[in-house]
């Protein structure tokens, strides 16, 4: 706030578990999440206020007012307003804890009907309960860590001059060939499946039929070619029947586009960007990812600080098919010049082969979409993948074609439509300039910094086939 | 970037033309906004990056050996890079100029065909070109002011220690009434409409009727009353049928949501918030900003600078009506107590009663939504509208209702079924707490800023009722 708001009546629990904080009389407003009752005439009663991962344990004496009343059944989920004096904690992972003076119930939680019991829960069990799963350990510490890697995509970009930018979500382009798109209307669909049809668009909002977007790319580039440096960074959308740990109906991807940048230029600020994010990571929620390193993937700090403190190797496709056509790996997939490369060559070449994070290049021009650059060999163009040990790709990009022929030459031998394309094309009819950009799925970083396994776990509400619940 | 990278070959505009940059020796690649050759033996060409407003004039000598080739050839769109060394300039309104000793030309821009030439287009004329518009000195310190705001709401946020959560887009509730909403949908509409119905969502991509969001709070509620504060920052749908300056059909909307705050913190969260986007886009878009009050609305740097300064007045909704009622204006509609009020008697409140911002609180209950806190007159909520001179209404919020009993009376009275809000009704059955939020327009906090007059030249690809190209 600014100096002129008055200090918040009440300190935050992340702020009281400080040292410092020792001696001072404060109000904390939070949860229960345990509480234990000692036979010296009092009890200890851990609070969190989602604030930080820690609780701040409370001592409540038995000379409170409402000790019997209420003190002694505040249980898991109850909310509280505690006031009191915070103390050097004598106990052991905390340095201070509350000497209560008075103690009031905001709310009640039915121990026999409120979910979230000290028993664990599967995380499977807990997406059917999205609305209460952040109030646990590990959904708090995955959306703070979330929030931070979103702050620092912020920062990266809005430092070196990016402008974000809100493409629209929203598109009568159907035409990406991106996978399924989600069709978006306001017809009356229970008239419709009576009116024998055809389908008149007319009466639709648009006047023709639109679709949720599956990239905010072309739309950013007309944005690059104009002002520089952008970056999209919103909600996108795939109607793949994927009921996978890695795949989302809905997620949200962040898309840098420079204008006058090559595939070098894309290729550092790629390890650039993730550097920075998973450095803030780790240095602004330290509490949250010892707790993912300790409970949900035992070295996943070591393999972040791995992922910083290297430069990124670099490979061409040709070169990594060659290592992947002779070596020893057994692999699903057959590899060779010509196939796209599978999550398990991808983690062969991260994992085993280079042992660190590596950008492959230069990938056949017929498996990449029809934007990427064509090379000087005229077989492949400038995309570039970045793979990191544990999960393969996180982020995808290229230079983009910005010559007007042989961009429609691939147009036509992709089966695209030039018409369809008149504002893309004018990109590169009117002052056209080299660009490159990539993306990166939100969740997937989320997923590589925390360790979760699930896709599902690591946004707010899942949207998954047959699933939009809440 | 970090200090890792190699410098950038080249330098952005908004660097060189800073006065400490004369005598050095650098590279600039950008957009030729126009040319004049001078009868001395050179031309003075303006390039613009998009990194700021202002051009960087260069001077390009006939010596050069492209020049009667090329750079007399220069027209608006063509794109260069340009080498040389930046000398103060002894023109007036610029500190630096650029002495030409290589211009390469990248891409021509036909001016037979190039629809952005030195002759002015209206705004409308221009959204038929929203893919070259950014080109512009207007859309182009649009979004530069835009991305600004951007910024300084999440640092805002960030820095308060609220976590950004992204809400969903798509839901399958249909149930909070706030307008017409968009249906999402995999079924193929022709075969839909040839099969005489009823529709089988069984074979609907979520298995039920499915739309796009109006608004992420009820999701929000749940984060902010599990982990403390929480923002939402999103897209949102409206399907109105509403072609006019003020709305479109998809926006942008930030959410904040606090556990433990009443009215009046939620109130002086508002305020601050205003105060720092607005604080930031004097200090950091002083020449964007400049060009508004001078092209776009006379003495909007005025009006911003009055909303900083002052501290927000307060009104209920009940004095507010007393004033209306008793004051000798004419207004359109009539207004009384229990009406809601017109953008006319807002205006009139906040530009000719208070002379500034005021914030109006204690609405009727029955013109405002279920979820509002009923207070202890049984008859008004505890709802606040922040009203801001030029535009009227900014921000909306309310202290949210957490009494279970209250909540549902409320719910019954507006028609509403309680299973279809159960999850949001547990918040209220477990660790019930108090809690705030509001919820603020992007685009409309653009227009107020920029003083654009239509809300379709503040997003970069607006959706309106017919229009969804791009």
Redesign the interface.
Known sequence: ??S???Q?E?M?I?DARKEESAGVDCEI????RTRRDSKGGFSFVEIN???CLGNLQIVAPAELDNYADEVQKLTA???V?VQGKLETSPAKGQATELQVTSLRV?????PD??PLQKKRHSFEKLREW???R??TNT??AV??V??QI??SI?DFF?E??F???????????DCEGAG?M??????D??R????????KYDYD??????Y?TVSGQL?GE??AT????IYTF??T?R?E?SNTSRHL??F?MVEPEA??FDLA?DM??AE?FL??IFTDCLNHCAEDMAFFNERIQKGVLEQIQSVIER?FGHMTYTEAVEVLENCNAKFEYPVSWGTDLQAEHERYLTEQHVKGPVILTDYPAEIKPFYMRVSDDRKTVAAMDVLVPGVGEIIGGSQRE?RLDVLTNRMAEAGLNEEDYW??L?????????HAGFGLGLERAVQYVTGMGNIRDV???P?T??????
């Open positions: 706030m600014t002129e708001r008055k918040a009440w935050r992340v407003r939070g949860w229960v206020d989602g604030s989920g109850c909310s307003v905001l709310g009640w939680a039915d009907t409120y999205a609305h209460l952040p109030r959904f708090g959306m703070r979330r929030n979103c702050q912020h809005h070196n001059g402008l974000y930018t809100q493409t629209p979500i929203i598109t009568a382009s399924e989600f069709r978006v209307t306001t017809l669909l229970d419709l499946a009576k009116s024998g049809g055809p389908v909002f648009f006047g023709k039929p639109s949720l739309n007309t944005f104009a002002l520089g440096r919103g909600p959308f109607a029947n109906a809905e949200w204008a006058f230029d550092q600020l650039d550097k920075r430069p910005e504002w893309y004018d990109l590169r009819r009117f002052g056209t300039v080299p946004i707010p509400f949207r086939p047959g699933n939009a619940e809440f």
